[in-house]
């Protein structure tokens, strides 16, 4: 046998088989290492949200969650899912099942959960209710696990997804307060009343109150800010404590009037005293 390098021919040839197997065997397990996981990349659990206000400030989260993959058998297990503020409504989660996931897994003997399919068609749509006006901001974490017969072989994937939404900032308590006004008068001349009081806002009346002598009066309903008030016919000496007032939402803004009027008038240069209170005298015994 001829040799090279001092090498024998059989052995050298040998040698180059088996380094070539070696070089085929590596190349095979980089390309078995890139089918199984680039399909991970690809799955993703799409998260989007809207807001809405009720009229006591108060704010709902609508959350959707839909399944990135479109594989007759890639359906989208709800893993955990969880909120910074408040509570979900709509959406279970499983955190134990562990085998495959379609069409009638995991069933509530399995622990239950909220399963997407990957047709393409809208996914889940969940909602976070009555977060309070305080609330600056909430956020949804949700992780979705994938695992199917794909042809490669058994295909597992856990995704995890965090989606943070702000209160929107017309988010107020638009709920109707309400001005109660405490009446008080002192001195001898004073009227009977009732007194009329304007509530303005802007320089126009939008309502008025009618309260009676050392008495209390009550508006009705009124959007909540601020109104200054006007005392029809009120002496010089009249006081309206505080004024302007701040109607609050859902609330009550107490108001102390308070009018003093003199003993006596002085009509045409005649001093006119009011009649002091009369006294009751039982009439003499005449027996």
Not at 177 to 193: D, E, L, Y
């Amino acid at each position: 046998m001829v040799s090279v390098s001092g090498i024998p021919e059989r052995a050298r040839r040998s040698r180059l088989w088996l380094a070539g197997g070696l070089v085929l065997a590596v190349v095979a397990a980089l390309l078995s290492t890139v089918l199984t996981t680039a399909p991970a990349s690809a799955h993703e659990v799409l998260l989007s949200a809207e807001t809405s206000c009720q009229v006591d400030g108060t704010w709902t989260v609508s959350w959707h969650v839909d399944n990135s993959e479109a594989g007759a058998n890639e359906f989208m297990l709800v893993r955990a899912v969880s909120v910074t503020d408040g509570t979900l409504v709509g959406i279970e989660a499983n955190g134990t099942y562990d085998w495959i996931v379609d069409a009638a897994h995991p069933d509530a003997s399995e622990g239950g959960g909220s399963i997407i399919a990957p047709d393409g068609a809208p996914g889940l749509t969940f909602t976070t209710p009555g977060l309070s006006a305080s609330v600056p901001s909430v956020t949804l974490s949700l992780t979705g696990f994938w695992k199917y017969m794909a042809p490669f072989g058994l295909y597992a994937q856990t995704v995890t997804q965090q989606l943070s939404i702000d209160r929107p900032a017309d988010c107020v308590d638009h709920r109707p307060g309400q001005i109660q006004i405490h009446k008080s008068t002192t001195g001898a001349t004073a009227p009977s009343g009732p007194f009329v009081f304007d509530v303005t806002q802007s320089g126009q009346v939008v309502t008025t109150i009618t309260v009676p002598a050392n008495g209390t009066g009550t508006s009705g309903d009124l959007a909540p800010g601020v109104y200054s008030l006007v005392e029809e016919n009120a002496p010089a000496t009249s006081s309206i404590t505080p004024n302007p007032v701040t109607v609050p939402a859902n609330g009550v803004v107490v108001v102390d009037a308070v009018n003093t009027y003199p003993d006596s008038v002085d009509v045409g240069g005649i001093v006119v005293t009011a009649p002091a209170t009369p006294v009751t005298v039982s009439p003499a015994f005449t027996g």
